[in-house]
């Protein structure tokens, strides 16, 4: 089982839903496919703190602070 680390709540309840709502319709294939490695098992998505999410130091703008805690989450230190 592979492990996906997740902080939206709403990626988190459409990658666990079965059912396709009107507002969804337009998401890709790759989704469905996500979905179903979910639901085989494969993959476990995870909840995680938004204050210890790695990607958001490549992603958002940060202030120094959290810049730096976040890169010594990244490098290990």
């Known amino acids: 089982?592979?492990?996906t680390y997740e902080d939206n709540a709403a990626c988190t309840m459409l990658a666990n839903s079965d059912s396709c709502?009107?507002?969804t319709k337009h998401?890709?294939?790759k989704w469905h496919h996500f979905r179903d490695q979910i639901r085989l098992g494969h993959?476990?998505?995870v909840k995680i703190d938004m204050h210890h999410n790695w990607a958001d130091i490549l992603t958002k703008p940060l202030g120094r602070q959290?810049?730096?805690s976040?890169?010594?989450l990244l490098m290990g230190w």
């Open 1 to 3: 089982t592979t492990s």
């Open 21 to 23: 709502k009107q507002r």
């Open 27 to 29: 998401i890709a294939i």
């Open 43 to 45: 993959i476990k998505i």
């Open 66 to 68: 959290k810049f730096e």
């Open 70 to 72: 976040l890169r010594k």
